[in-house]
């Protein structure tokens, strides 16, 4: 459960405390009540199998693959794949490989449906890119939708990632893209669905891993 949960669910809690002491009636106890076991469960954070397998990719994201696809970025080529997050699906953000954290950059923005393509462009998101332990860039995307008001992130540039860690998250209805080399492997395709951290989205044919990276992760775990 994120905190974020038991913050919204016991304060309206204690308002329906409070109505039910007025009132003694549930016609102005129940919607509290509702909508703080509607918090409980939409903040849930369930745990995860990270897959151990050099080259993969995992979801940053759970909900539903909208586009797989080819972009000129100003840094070259890339592969991004999109992720709809409705307010049913954890909204819990993972980051998608194991390497350092290299830059997070976060812009304000519109809200439009998260849906819409333009969103990848025009809505409040928060950027990171991490140097993968593997020897590539990857970057991901976290977008603020239609009903998302808040962007959630954990972490700072410096810090060192596992593959499927937890980030942060965003609240409500929103979108997560993920940007690859060009050459990485999709596997999956529009109308899939995902889980962060255990469905894996993509492959990349890796060199070794890079010593100095890997040497950090270590340091990080004693």
């Known amino acids: 459960m994120v905190r974020d949960g038991y913050f919204y669910g016991l304060a309206l809690a204690a308002v329906a405390a409070v109505l039910w002491g007025f009132t003694r009636t549930w016609f102005w106890v129940f919607p509290p009540l509702v909508l703080g076991a509607f918090f409980l469960w939409f903040f849930r954070d369930p745990g995860r199998t990270i897959p151990t397998e050099r080259g ?53 923005g519109e809200y439009l449906n998260a849906l819409n393509p333009e969103s990848a462009v025009r809505n409040e998101q928060n950027l990171a890119v991490v140097d993968c332990i593997e020897g590539y860039q990857i970057s991901f995307v976290q977008i603020a939708g239609l009903l998302a008001r808040r962007i959630v992130f954990n972490k700072r540039p410096g810090d060192y990632l596992e593959r499927g860690e937890r980030v942060g998250l965003i609240k409500f209805g929103s979108r997560t893209d993920i940007l690859l080399p060009a050459h990485a492997e999709p596997l999956v395709q529009p109308g899939d669905r995902v889980r962060g951290g255990a469905s894996i989205v993509a492959r990349i044919a890796a060199p070794e891993a890079d010593p100095m990276l890997a040497a950090m992760g270590a340091e990080m775990l004693v």
């Open 56 to 108: 993969l990719i995992v979801s940053p994201a759970d909900g539903k693959v909208t586009e797989v696809v080819h972009i000129k970025t100003p840094d070259g080529d890339r592969l991004r794949v999109s992720i709809f997050l409705s307010i049913f699906d954890v909204h819990v953000n993972r980051s998608p490989v194991e390497g350092v954290l290299r830059e997070v950059r976060y812009r304000k």
